[in-house]
Each structure stands twice: as structure tokens, then as C-alpha cells.
């Protein structure tokens, strides 16, 4: 897991890149089924471990989860420091799960 400033920093990092607002929501997991992708219905939650968050990707811990025009994952390799995010369409996310 990452601290809270850790996390806000990426936020306001990835407004910057993307060029949009992202909500300060704290997303813990979303469920997705990629209808135009290939890659498989899956569950992603912040601090586990995934491959295949898009065709061929490494395994790599969710750092944080966002949630604006689209829902974006950052790993400690996507969504930080300048890099695009994996990211998801609204209409592939079956369920999100929000930290209380």
C-alpha cells in the first residue's frame, strides 16, 4: 500500500497527463469485463499483484485505482512519474468497490 500523499500525488500527476479531472474518490477494487479487449473478466484490487492488465503486461502491484472519463490502474510502472495508466472504459466496469 502507499500513503495517503503518495497517492494524491499520482492523482494530481495523472489530471496533468491526461488532461482531465479525476475524482478523489478512494477506489479499493473494480471488477471488469473488457468487451473490446483481450484480456479476460477480472477482479483488480489495490495492493495485490496482476499480469495481464492489457495484452502481454508483467505482473505488477495496483498502487491506486481513479476513477474520471475513464478508470485508470497504476502500478509502480503505469500512472506514475509521467506514464500512461492501464485503464478501462466505463462501460467494461461490472462493479466498484470504494475504501470506507
Given at each position: 500500500?502507499?500513503?495517503?500523499?503518495?497517492?494524491?500525488?499520482?492523482?494530481?500527476?495523472?489530471?496533468?497527463?491526461?488532461?482531465?479531472?479525476?475524482?478523489?474518490?478512494?477506489?479499493?477494487?473494480?471488477?471488469?469485463?473488457?468487451?473490446?479487449?483481450?484480456?479476460?473478466?477480472m477482479f483488480v484490487r489495490v495492493g495485490e499483484k496482476y499480469g495481464g492488465?492489457?495484452?502481454?503486461?508483467?505482473?505488477?502491484?495496483?498502487?491506486?485505482?481513479?476513477?474520471?472519463?475513464?478508470?485508470?490502474?497504476?502500478?509502480?510502472?503505469?500512472?506514475?512519474?509521467?506514464?500512461?495508466?492501464?485503464?478501462?472504459?466505463?462501460?467494461?466496469?461490472?462493479?466498484?468497490?470504494?475504501?470506507?
Amino acid at each position: 500500500m502507499i500513503s495517503d500523499e503518495r497517492r494524491e500525488k499520482i492523482r494530481l500527476d495523472l489530471e496533468k497527463f491526461m488532461g482531465v479531472r479525476i475524482a478523489k474518490k478512494r477506489i479499493k477494487s473494480i471488477e471488469v469485463n473488457p468487451r473490446q479487449r483481450s484480456v479476460p473478466r477480472m477482479f483488480v484490487r489495490v495492493g495485490e499483484k496482476y499480469g495481464g492488465l492489457e495484452p502481454g503486461a508483467p505482473e505488477e502491484e495496483v498502487l491506486a485505482i481513479f476513477e474520471s472519463t475513464l478508470f485508470c490502474v497504476c502500478t509502480p510502472t503505469r500512472g506514475v512519474d509521467g506514464t500512461p495508466p492501464y485503464y478501462f472504459l466505463r462501460e467494461d466496469i461490472v462493479s466498484v468497490e470504494e475504501k470506507k
